[in-house]
């Protein structure tokens, strides 16, 4: 692995070494290292086109790295990657993506996830999204997210768009049943042309279903972003969706939030705001001794903690 | 007019009797009494779709009643009037629309309002719809008002589905220049089979220009709701949608509110809350000598009020 990859490595993953645990990464197309352990099997698709990550019942405090980074210009790859988490088990579950493109050519990875979760199953799931490399070729990352949750199961997700994605297209669906719940949290910045747009839909099924989305977004310069999620409570349930979002220079910003109440026993809120920073904000930041800009990073960077 | 017409009138329009100001009754299809002012004035359209009511600049603190009502089964009609507010003028519009069905076949009433408001001008208009009749002909109302303000125009726009509209869809949509404001505040109570969409689109196209959209909504029985809004932030303005929903029963609702900021100077912000009435709520009122359906009564009237 040469230092770009490891670079990339380190901004997804925060790995500096092999980490502890499960784990598989994929470089430039391929799966180029691997462990798995006594509670923890991954396994290869027989076409190639993904791994399966099977998790036992009852296991705890283990955590699976899958990091993927893609350092060839015009590299374009979709993977399937399914996570099958067993009964009561308890795992922390870190993916992310970086891409280096240092040439004319765009690179793009599309990874679709799909989480089984077990009755009783917790999950931490992390990704986190990079792009660097000052080629004209684009880093475009189209992640899916697809996770079923049974009986009293319990996913946390956290995703994080830190800098240089040129277009992304996120789609996040999830159904649950009885006593599940699903938390996500997401912040995304946006720069230069970028485009972001991220989806969510979440079906409540089962009584004492609940989720709490919550998005937080930057876009400055000419970055476009739109923000849409669909919450739907088909039982007694409880759903939440904040989106908040920051617009700077010649940036835009659409969030298109529906909640769809078709129980009675159904409660579901939604906020949303856009808008700029609080020029009392910079002004007090400003008589501290930060110039504008510092400013403007200091606020940003602790709206998308 | 017959007893029906009179109690239809009253229901929608408030009047027991011949309104002060300019007034056009439309009964069954017809224009049946008419006075124009000094100031406002109403004219047929040649072709008999509708009405034009002209207000003089600078006219302060006249109103305008323009209830249509239908007592014969069967009616179908769409309705085209246009409103033309002078500069600086200040006036009170009442419209609204009653239906008595005692017959078996639809009727339906759709009222296309155009708004024209000159710089300065300030309207206040109030639109109750009201059904009754035991036929089994529905009773459909589709609304639109399409909302033009002009610099520094200011509309309050009040609509009220009090009872008995078996289907509505309803469209408001407004742009507004530099200093214009629109307020709206929707009440909406569904019961029995009844449907009910109403979408607002608002382009915010002027410095200062703002909105404040409140929609307050009952679904009870096995009623089914859709609510739609889209504000456009496209120059530094303020834009605040709030949407209420509680569902009873068998009954639905979704919200689908949007907002889009084009402009980094526009501050939007949503809200949305769909559930049922809190049980605290009820079993305080029942504390205090009500039955539970009383309790309910009026916390719905209040909630709607």
Do not use: W
Not at 4 to 12: F, G, H, M, S
Not at 180 to 190: F, N, P, Q, S, W
Not at 208 to 217: L, V
Not at 233 to 256: F, K, L, Q, W, Y
């Amino acid at each position: 692995m040469d230092l770009i990859q490891k670079k990339l490595l380190e901004a997804v993953a925060g790995l500096h070494e092999i980490p502890t645990g499960a784990f598989n990464i994929r470089s430039n197309g391929k799966s180029v290292e691997r462990r798995t352990t006594e509670h923890i099997d991954i396994l290869s698709k027989e076409d190639g086109s993904g791994i399966d990550i099977r998790v036992k019942p009852e296991v705890r405090g283990e955590s699976v790295h899958i990091p993927v980074i893609i350092s060839q210009s015009g590299l374009s790859e979709a993977v399937y990657n399914n996570f099958y988490i067993g009964e009561n088990a308890d795992v922390t579950i870190i993916a992310g993506c970086g891409i280096h493109n240092g040439g004319t050519k765009a690179s793009q990875h599309d990874g679709i996830h799909r989480f089984f979760l077990a009755p009783g199953a917790r999950v931490r799931y992390i990704e986190k999204h990079y792009g660097s490399g000052d080629g004209m070729g684009k880093r475009i990352m189209n992640p899916q997210t697809i996770v079923h949750i049974a009986e009293n199961g319990y996913m946390e997700m956290e995703t994080v768009q830190i800098k240089g994605v040129d277009s992304t297209e996120r789609l996040t669906t999830a159904d649950l049943d009885a006593g599940a719940t699903l938390v996500v949290t997401e912040r995304l910045l946006t720069h230069g042309c970028q485009s972001a747009k991220s989806t969510f839909e979440v079906a409540l099924n089962g009584e004492g279903a609940g989720t709490h989305i919550i998005s937080r977004s930057v876009a400055k310069e000419h970055s476009k972003q739109l923000f849409i999620s669909r919450v739907n409570g088909n039982a007694p349930c409880s759903g939440h969706t904040e989106c908040d979002a920051i617009i700077m220079d010649e940036a835009s910003v659409r969030a298109v939030p529906e909640i769809a109440a078709n129980c009675t026993d159904a409660a579901l809120i939604h906020e949303a705001a856009i808008g700029k920073i609080a020029g009392e904000q910079i002004v007090k930041l400003m008589s501290l001794g930060l110039t504008e800009q510092q400013a403007e990073e200091q606020i940003i960077s602790g709206f998308l903690k």
